[in-house]
């Protein structure tokens, strides 16, 4: 199970995922109560282990400036979670050793997401950070094969039915593990990430219908450029 911790905004809390056994932390750089200007981002990165997936999180932005701030911050991955299309995405795809595309939940399709060639296909809420839960129901329409991470108000409460209705390749969260926003709480992001751990494990085969054969663990180093 991948599991990716959003929102990181200091590096307390990206050292203390990282430790909890997180494979991903993201970095705002779009506007949100959240967001990381990318100096610090910068600060942050440079103090993680080489193994942690450090991934940015842009929405609407041009690709060039999406892959320039990406290798300003010392990052490994862009997260694009606006409106990008086809075309925006590959570019940014051919600059960037990993891409994960965001879907809001309640509006997109996801028949199509194998044209976009993101590296992961993250299904959030409407309203990106606002804590709410979709229809989980809407997962159902993602093609076999791909890596697919649901995000949208996962809590350590919640996080193992939802792994068990809708056998994710990952999860992501923010708002459901934190003090205040940007904030982590220690307690609930343990909590988070040992639920997760234990759900997947205790579905058989779980998400054997979304993941190809080198999957587990994840290895962000193993991607190719395109």
């Known amino acids: 199970m991948f599991i990716k911790i959003c929102g990181i905004t200091n590096a307390d809390d990206a050292l203390l995922a990282t430790a909890l056994g ?7 750089l779009a506007p949100s109560s959240r967001q990381v200007a990318p100096t610090r981002v910068q600060e942050i990165t440079r103090r993680l282990p080489p193994g942690i997936l450090t991934v940015g999180v842009f929405r609407d932005e041009s690709p060039d400036r999406v892959a320039e701030l990406v290798g300003r911050c010392g990052l490994k991955a862009a997260q694009l979670h606006g409106r990008e299309s086809v075309a ?8 960037v050793p990993v891409v994960i595309k965001a ?5 997109a399709s996801l028949t199509e997401v194998r044209r976009y060639g993101a590296d992961m296909v993250l299904l959030d809420a409407d309203t990106p950070g606002s804590g709410r839960v979709f229809d989980w129901s809407l997962a159902e329409d993602a093609p076999a094969g791909v890596r697919l991470i ?4 996962l809590t350590p409460e919640n996080v ?3 792994i068990a209705k809708v056998r994710p390749w990952g999860v992501d969260v923010a708002t459901g593990v934190e003090i205040s926003p940007g904030r982590k709480d220690p307690e609930r992001l ?3 990430i040992n639920a ?4 997947a494990g205790a579905v058989p085969s779980a998400s054997s219908h979304r993941r190809t054969p080198a999957d587990e663990p ?3 180093r193993d991607e190719e450029p395109r």
């Open 22 to 28: 997180a494979d991903a932390v993201g970095f705002i």
């Open 88 to 95: 925006d995405t590959r570019s940014v795809r051919a600059e």
């Open 103 to 107: 879907f809001p939940g309640g509006r």
């Open 150 to 153: 649901m995000a949208g108000g």
């Open 160 to 162: 193992t039915t939802a």
């Open 190 to 192: 343990r909590a988070f």
């Open 196 to 199: 997760a751990r234990s759900a």
């Open 218 to 220: 994840y290895d962000w």
